[in-house]
């Protein structure tokens, strides 16, 4: 399984940028895909998962601005970020956590530079 993501850059604050990530090989059909970051100097937090049932989940720092959602027939999954703040600003990573047969399978795309700048 490879994750390839894309989409960061650079924005002022008050911007948007959308984050994609294009899951490949043998996806498993319970499955949640997902978006994380890690800022310089601090742990890497979730930023929003969604499930293969489209549950989103979002951390309290981004709800109401970044939207998470999925096309599963491209094993695909967006992180739509709206009003952008400095503190957005990391290396955002995306990530696959699959389920079959009492197993779980995590994987991670290589990260995607964010920078809002003030």
């Known amino acids: 399984v490879q994750l390839q993501a894309s989409g960061g850059g650079l924005v002022q604050a008050g911007g948007s940028l959308r984050l994609s990530c294009a899951a490949s090989?043998?996806?498993?059909?319970?499955?949640?895909m997902g978006w994380y970051r890690q800022a310089a100097g601090k742990q890497r937090e979730l930023v929003a998962t969604?499930?293969?049932?489209?549950?989103?989940v979002y951390a309290d720092s981004v709800k109401g601005r970044f939207t998470i959602f999925r096309d599963n027939g491209k094993n695909t999954v967006y992180l739509q970020m709206n009003s952008l703040k400095p503190e957005d600003t990391a290396v955002y990573y995306c990530?696959?956590?699959?389920?079959?047969?009492?197993?779980?399978?995590?994987?991670w795309g290589q990260g995607t530079q964010v920078t809002v700048s003030s």
């Open positions: 990530n696959l956590l699959m389920f079959r047969l009492g197993q779980r399978y995590n994987y």
């Open positions: 090989g043998s996806i498993f059909s319970v499955n949640v």
């Open positions: 969604i499930d293969s049932s489209d549950n989103p």
